[in-house]
T-cell receptor
Framework: DAGVIQSPRHEVTEMGQEVTLRCKPI?????LFWYRQTMMRGLELLIY????????DSGMPEDRFSAKMPNASFSTLKIQPSEPRDSAVYFCASSLSVANYGYTFGSGTRLTVV | AQSVSQHNHHVILSEAASLELGCNYS??????LFWYVQYPGQHLQLLLKYFSGDPLVKGIKGFEAEFIKSKFSFNLRKPSVQWSDTAEYFCAVPNDYKLSFGAGTTVTVRA
């Protein structure tokens, strides 16, 4: 298995632009998570999907952030409009059973908003 | 809700020194525990996990962890570190549908 695949690996954008991050979970995994990691705040859970349905989006910072999972093999995290404080590494993770297997993380997208 | 705490924020060692990182979980009962490692510029990867049975768990790259129920602890150890072990280490525990992570311990190994 290729693991959790994220794209792009790096994204540099100007303030105010729309940014879309993509994630392909491991086939058969029914849980998908989006995290943000910064030096100041560490790892933050943004949103959790189970069987493609958003279950908990309480970590989404504000209305500028949205996430979708149209099918079991694809999810997006969109920021519109982007701001410099959104600069971070965004990780996608998937799991078959969190209690038994934990997460498998993707390689992350390093977002820089200038 | 189950949670974990890591008391060491930054550990600096010389190569060949022994490493022990502390992790405590919040309450008893049946508990599964995980250690993840994040090398510089990379993503979190699973080092080892504990479910039940033998309290001494062996993971990848020579790491091991010991589950001590009476101390609510799951400390990570490595007898002799290498420069390539420089990384951030996270302890984690299932909490409802997700993992709760500790704040992480940055380990710097000096050559």
């Amino acid at each position: 298995d290729a693991g959790v695949i994220q794209s792009p690996r790096h994204e540099v954008t100007e303030m105010g632009q729309e940014v879309t991050l993509r994630c392909k979970p491991i086939s058969g995994h029914n849980s998908l998570f989006w995290y943000r990691q910064t030096m100041m705040r560490g790892l933050e859970l943004l949103i959790y999907f189970n069987n493609n349905v958003p279950i908990d989006d309480s970590g989404m910072p504000e209305d500028r952030f949205s996430a979708k999972m149209p099918n079991a093999s694809f999810s997006t995290l969109k920021i519109q409009p982007s701001e410099p404080r959104d600069s971070a590494v965004y990780f996608c993770a998937s799991s078959l059973s969190v209690a038994n297997y934990g997460y498998t993380f993707g390689s992350g997208t390093r977002l820089t908003v200038v | 809700a189950q949670s974990v705490s890591q008391h060491n924020h930054h550990v600096i060692l010389s190569e060949a020194a022994s490493l022990e990182l502390g992790c405590n979980y919040s309450y008893g009962g049946t508990v599964n525990l995980f250690w993840y490692v994040q090398y510089p510029g990379q993503h979190l990867q699973l080092l080892l996990k504990y479910f039940s049975g033998d309290p001494l768990v062996k993971g990848i790259k020579g790491f091991e962890a010991e589950f001590i129920k009476s101390k609510f602890s799951f400390n990570l150890r490595k007898p002799s570190v290498q420069w390539s072990d420089t990384a951030e280490y996270f302890c984690a525990v299932p909490n409802d549908y997700k993992l709760s992570f500790g704040a992480g311990t940055t380990v710097t190994v000096r050559a």
